[in-house]
């Protein structure tokens, strides 16, 4: 219990920090809708765009999370708070934890304000009866970003090019889940063109792909965290 209870304090921590700013949901939430805005004038509304919308809205949504996944650690990096969470007597994996769940919680409310307007610049096609598949989708999809890209955000953070590093490191790895995500996404926007029996064949393989993703990416964090920050 007290695991968690230290968890949940540092998830607090960084939510009364980013309500008090609201630099990083703001900076993701402002990159996302201007993304779909650009998609939306580059690529119209033509049939061959709905083909392409699911690729599009995880394009947005994962440079939006780079963005906000850079300053995961940069005010405690800066004002030597890292060095003090690491004094406290829990384990480093609470450390790990508590910045992935934030890092997933402010990726999800950026998501899902944007997830509307993509909806009105891409969706021809009412997708509201199986619109909990796409929500599962997006939360799979997030659990995987956030876990690994806290591990990354606490490699890159302590190097000179910290805002160049975490893309390198962070593009290679996300891929089996981006393409997971995508592919879900896409069955769920074309269901009415999609027979119900190769829907659910197709999305039950893509949505063990993204879960079997996550517990790996999980678990490499809470095993690994520790070195990286000490190192």
């Not at 994962?62 to 005010?75: D, K, P, S, W």
Request: aromatic share 12%; proline share 2%; net charge negative.
């Amino acid at each position: 219990m007290n695991y968690l209870r230290h968890v949940l304090i540092l998830v607090q921590k960084d939510i009364v920090a980013e309500l008090r700013t609201k630099e990083m949901l703001n900076s993701m939430l402002l990159f996302v809708l201007l993304t779909m805005v650009m998609f939306n004038f580059a690529f119209g509304s033509g049939p061959e765009t709905e083909t392409l919308s699911s690729g599009l809205l995880w394009i947005s949504f994962l440079f939006a999370a780079i963005l906000g996944l850079n300053r995961v650690f940069v005010h405690e990096k800066d004002e030597g708070c890292l060095d003090g969470l690491m004094l406290c007597s829990m384990d480093c994996s609470v450390i790990y934890f508590g910045k992935a769940i934030s890092s997933f919680l402010f990726l999800s409310v950026a998501e899902l304000i944007a997830l509307p307007v993509f909806t009105v610049f891409f969706v021809r096609e009412s997708f509201l009866s199986h619109l909990w598949i796409l929500i599962i989708v997006l939360m799979l999809g997030n659990v995987g970003i956030s876990a690994v890209g806290t591990l990354l955000s606490a490699i890159s953070i302590n190097t000179k090019a910290r805002d160049l590093m975490l893309p390198v490191l962070f593009l290679p790895v996300i891929v089996p889940i981006l393409v997971a995500a995508v592919k879900s996404t896409g069955l769920v926007l074309s269901f009415s063109s999609v027979g119900t029996q190769q829907f659910w064949t197709e999305i039950v393989i893509w949505l063990r792909t993204l879960v079997i993703y996550d517990i790996i990416f999980v678990l490499v964090g809470f095993l690994t965290f520790e070195y990286v920050v000490e190192e």
